[in-house]
């Protein structure tokens, strides 16, 4: 079946304008998480939603940053006024259950945002 | 704050030795913890998910091993394969939501 998708895989933008990353879990998974990996660092979360909610937004870095999600499907999430700290690859992962964490976390192939 | 470290941080094995990969966790209190592999420029692939209440799970020639009292976990490769380089990263879960403290993670390289 189709695992979870992410778009664009690239984007390259220049500094101060606003970018939209998308992700579409697998059908069906009602929690979706938002990571980051600046480069040569480890991931860290960003957001998760649960159905279209997100209980956890402690990750955010700055209000630049923001998310949502419609249809318990698919999740944008946005970044205003880029900056060059702002590049990383940004990876969405999803996974079954409702507030029980026992299950696997699926990983999208992510998209790397570079900000000149 | 929930910190997790990988030992170590690089690997070079040649092909058909077992690896041992260490992941150690400060706050016991978790829920989960998942084994990945990391190619480059690629996403993450899952490998093993261990509950908080399970001491080892197999998969194939993976087998990994979860010792919450001394926050530790280990990832072990039989026969390992050229196939087998990538990086493999720890992932931690320590509330009910399930967001993921990952280690930094170890570069293995297995040499044919």
């Known amino acids: 079946g189709a695992g979870v998708s992410q778009s664009p895989s690239n984007k390259v933008t220049e500094k101060g304008k606003d970018v939209e990353l998308r992700c579409d879990p697998i059908?069906?998974?009602?929690?979706l998480y938002w990571y980051r990996q600046r480069l040569g660092q480890g991931l860290e979360f960003l957001i998760y939603?649960?159905?279209?909610?997100?209980?956890?937004k402690s990750g955010l870095p700055s209000d630049r940053f923001s998310a949502e999600r419609t249809g318990e499907s698919v999740s944008t999430l946005t970044i205003q006024r880029t900056q060059q700290e702002d590049s990383a690859v940004y990876l969405c992962?999803?996974?079954?259950?409702?507030?029980?964490?026992?299950?696997?976390?699926?990983f999208g192939p992510g998209t790397r945002l570079t900000v000149l | 704050k929930q910190e997790v470290t990988q030992i170590p941080a690089a690997l070079s094995v040649p092909e058909g030795e077992n690896l041992v990969l260490n992941c150690s966790f400060t706050?016991?209190?978790?829920?989960?913890l998942q084994w990945f592999r990391q190619d480059p420029g690629k996403g993450l692939t899952s490998l093993l998910l261990?509950?908080?209440?399970?001491r080892e799970q197999t998969s194939g020639r993976l087998n990994a091993s979860l010792d919450k009292s001394s926050g530790r976990s280990t990832l072990y490769i039989a026969a390992s394969q050229p196939g087998d380089s990538a990086t493999y990263l720890c992932?931690?879960?320590?509330?009910?939501?399930?967001?993921?403290?990952f280690g930094a993670g170890t570069q293995v390289v297995v040499t044919p």
């Open positions: 992962a999803s996974r079954i259950a409702g507030s029980s964490s026992y299950n696997e976390q699926f």
């Open positions: 059908s069906g998974h009602t929690a």
């Open positions: 939603f649960q159905g279209n909610s997100a209980p956890d």
């Open positions: 706050d016991s209190a978790i829920y989960n």
């Open positions: 261990i509950q908080s209440s399970q």
């Open positions: 992932a931690v879960s320590t509330d009910s939501w399930g967001k993921f403290q």
